[in-house]
């Protein structure tokens, strides 16, 4: 006969899992390991499981007790309407058989984990990362059913409340009225915990945090001397405001002389222009500086002009800035403002509308002054954003007409699935066309890509119009195509033939890949170049298109990626 040492029974009777929870939550657990957008680490593959296999057993427990209240009760009382009771052997064997269900389903899912490091590997493959072996995948089930076991913990604390809330209420209510009561105050609490205070503690402790490191002098970042340069001794904008990130933007990069040393070709002294949160009071204040900066600096008589939304710490990308820089010769003027040093991903949670609010006063001053300049003698003027910087760059233009009418060239890259005009031109996309390759109105304005083979095919394509705007989405970026609708709705990217770098046996399952494509996004730039979020010397490529510079050719843009490396090569690594 199975039996267990008492010990193992008396701490099963304690524990007293939910057998049908758990066997919903191993199944969930399970589905966690399929394949997702990005290779996944140890930790973040097991806190995807731990979740997963929290809903299901959630799920799980929800069905226990219908069956409970309605089912076994009713079988219940037809036992015992026909003068029989239940045999004593039944609670013990129940016991049982639930402990060997248990131990089950603990070999089942690592022999099932063996198995599933197979999908890991095939991901790794096509974003060019590492991959685990099967000895070291095991490691996601102690921390896969440590965050799953930790969630079961919390749930069954708000039961507890529940019921302690139910014995403690006024007793002169009716059961029913109390019961009611302590369950609406428990959805309260774990709305408020959700929705506010967990958000909240986040975002104070990253205000505690980063606003410390945005006042840091970064290392192997020099106060400029150029007069071209924000924070020089010339500049309106005094160094100590710009931030660290808007330091590493005005006081690296290269000069004349550098540019000059990796490209062999003349060049004139770049011009980059930057507000710090500290620099004014207000996002008009900043970005009205920031013109004055533009004039001070004579960007007018550049051959091009960048106004380049930050991301949420005030970061500007330098490869997109040593990109335009290169292909221009220095021939450029680059602007920026900050408007948070929370990270974009915290940010995010926070408050989307100040990056909205800064990138519409930075772009809207810039194209204002922008068309005081000869319309037959002014710059090319150019809209970069990537992330949260796209967000940061629409908001400055009511429609796609706006755009079209108020910068020659706009490329995005990464778009947040949030972004309004992204979600606007891919809904509205060319019939027949997909939603991770769109294309929009016969791409006369428009244009899609997901890597730089795409953006070969658009060179010499004379149907693109003057005015042009190019969003880069890899098919593999969690930022792209994370939404809350995962939970329940199937997005057509995954209806569709995957992505270049996409799994194929990737598929959509309710609630299962919105903790998947969750659990990517915080790894969305552990990947190389070209994949996840990382957008690397594509971005070069997307400025020579939308420049729409008949001289960047595809020879010359194959070379100015050579001379792009060997800049990169010049730089400090710790941005």
Not at 139 to 161: E, K, N
Not at 327 to 336: E, N, P
Request: aromatic fraction near 10%.
């Amino acid at each position: 006969m199975l039996t267990f040492p008492p010990p193992v029974e008396r701490a099963w009777d304690r524990l007293r899992p939910d057998p049908v929870g758990l066997v919903l939550g191993s199944v969930f657990f399970v589905l966690a390991l399929t394949p997702s957008l990005i290779p996944r680490d140890i930790l973040f593959q097991g806190v995807a499981c731990g979740l997963c296999a929290a809903t299901g057993y959630l799920v799980g427990v929800w069905l226990s007790w219908n069956w409970r209240t309605w089912v076994s009760k009713v079988v219940q009382i037809l036992w015992e309407a026909s003068g029989r009771s239940l045999p004593s052997w039944v609670p013990r064997w129940r016991r049982r058989v639930e402990i060997t269900l248990s131990v089950i389903v603990v070999l089942g899912l690592n022999a099932i984990l063996l198995q599933a490091v197979h999908w890991q590997q095939q991901v790794a493959s096509l974003t060019d990362y590492r991959a685990y072996t099967p000895a070291q995948y095991l490691l996601v089930f102690p921390v896969g059913f440590s965050v799953w076991m930790a969630l079961v913990m919390v749930g069954r604390g708000f039961l507890h409340l529940e019921a302690w809330l139910k014995r403690h209420l006024p007793q002169r209510l009716p059961l029913p009225v109390r019961s009611v009561s302590s369950w609406i105050i428990v959805l309260v609490l774990v709305f408020t915990l959700v929705n506010q205070a967990i958000p909240g503690i986040i975002i104070r402790g990253a205000e505690s945090a980063f606003s410390v490191r945005n006042s840091a002098d970064p290392p192997s970042t020099p106060r400029p001397t150029a007069a071209e340069r924000s924070g020089s001794p010339e500049s309106l904008v005094a160094w100590e405001s710009l931030g660290a990130y808007g330091k590493r933007f005005v006081g690296r990069g290269l000069n004349a002389q550098g540019l000059e040393k990796v490209t062999s070709r003349p060049a004139s002294e770049p011009i980059r222009v930057y507000a710090g949160l500290e620099s004014a009071g207000s996002d008009q204040a900043r970005a009205a500086l920031v013109v004055e900066e533009l004039k001070r600096t004579g960007a007018a008589s550049r051959s091009a002009i960048m106004i380049a939304p930050t991301t949420g710490t005030g970061w500007v990308d330098p490869v997109a800035a040593l990109s335009l820089e290169v292909l221009y010769d220095g021939d450029t003027a680059i602007a920026a403002a900050q408007y948070s040093y929370l990270p974009s991903g915290v940010q995010f949670i926070a408050d989307t509308d100040k990056a909205r609010a800064s990138g519409k006063a930075l772009v809207t001053a810039v194209v204002a002054w922008w068309k005081t300049l000869p319309e037959g003698d002014r710059p090319r003027l150019l809209l970069y954003g990537e992330s949260m910087g796209v967000l940061a760059g629409e908001a400055a233009f009511d429609s796609l007409a706006d755009v079209l009418d108020s910068v020659d060239g706009v490329l995005w890259a990464g778009p947040p699935n949030s972004s309004r005009l992204w979600q606007d031109l891919v809904t509205r996309r060319d019939p027949g066309t997909g939603e991770v390759d769109p294309t929009y109105s016969a791409g006369l304005t428009v244009r899609f890509a997901q890597d730089q083979e795409d953006m070969e095919t658009f060179a010499g394509d004379t149907t693109w119009g003057d005015h042009r705007i190019l969003y880069i989405q890899h098919a593999s970026d969690p930022v792209v195509w994370w939404s809350p609708r995962l939970i329940r709705q199937t997005p057509d990217w995954l209806r569709e033939q995957p992505g270049k770098d996409r799994s194929p046996t990737m598929r959509w399952m309710p609630y299962i890949t919105f903790f998947q494509v969750s659990a990517d996004l915080p790894r969305a730039m552990n990947v190389p170049a070209g994949h996840g979020h990382r957008y690397g010397a594509e971005i070069l490529d997307g400025l020579a298109l939308i420049s729409h510079d008949s001289s960047f050719t595809p020879e010359r843009v194959a070379q100015a990626r050579q001379e792009l490396e060997r800049a990169l090569a010049t730089q400090p690594s710790d941005d």
